[in-house]
């Protein structure tokens, strides 16, 4: 069973997304938060799989929750705001996913459990302007920490730039998902990220892979970074 806590501080919305989520046989809410402190204090306490996190809550935002939880558990933003300082703030953070209010529900549970499941999830339109950062942006040195990746690490690297799941990846170099994830943590914490979507973004500006891969989608319009 997926736990998750829901954080939004417009109590109608936050009804619905519960209502939503405890509809699928394997997705159960456990706590629910009007702002983020609270979301924080409730994901400390619960050890939710994932937290659905709003962005513009009163005191302590989204954002700022997400930096809290990294290490604690995976945060998937769902706002309705896909402006650039949101979406930059919420990956930076640390954010495993980062949705529009106005996905689909069948996307929005499918999307809850891939980010449980490992994955990362981006809003197709916040993929394509991550992409165009890329094209636009000026080539950044080599992080340092690329130097300590073995050499299937990087392999799992290029895969994470190029869009692949877990699975997808697993597929790919002929492993089990078990070692895929056991692979991706290892990356995080050589290269000091807080999630495979930050991960796939350095991937993506070191140049260590060419472009998007796989099929990259979820059913309902959400890209899996």
Do not use: W
Request: glycine share 12%; net charge negative; proline share 3%.
């Amino acid at each position: 069973m997926i736990r998750v806590v829901v954080a939004d501080d417009h109590a109608a919305i936050r009804a619905g997304l519960v209502m939503i989520l405890d509809d699928a046989d394997d997705v159960e809410v456990v706590g629910e938060a009007a702002d983020g402190a609270t979301a924080v204090r409730l994901a400390k306490r619960l050890a939710p799989d994932v937290v659905l996190m709003d962005i513009r809550m009163p005191g302590v935002d989204g954002i700022e929750a997400t930096r809290q939880l990294s290490g604690v558990c995976d945060v998937l933003v769902l706002t309705t705001f896909d402006l650039d300082e949101y979406v930059r703030g919420a990956l930076r953070a640390g954010a495993a996913g980062f949705l529009l209010k106005s996905v689909e529900a069948a996307a929005l549970v499918d999307a809850v459990r891939q980010v449980a499941a490992g994955d990362g999830v981006l809003a197709p339109s916040v993929t394509r302007r991550v992409m165009r950062e890329f094209a636009s942006a000026a080539p950044r040195a080599r992080p340092a920490g690329l130097d300590a990746l073995t050499d299937r690490e990087v392999e799992v690297l290029r895969c994470l730039g190029e869009g692949l799941t877990n699975h997808q990846i697993g597929r790919k170099l002929h492993i089990g998902e078990t070692t895929v994830k056991t692979h991706v943590s290892r990356v995080l914490t050589k290269l000091g990220l807080r999630s495979r979507v930050q991960a796939a973004i350095l991937a993506q500006e070191a140049g260590v892979t060419g472009g998007q891969g796989g099929d990259g989608q979820v059913s309902g319009g959400a890209a899996r970074p």
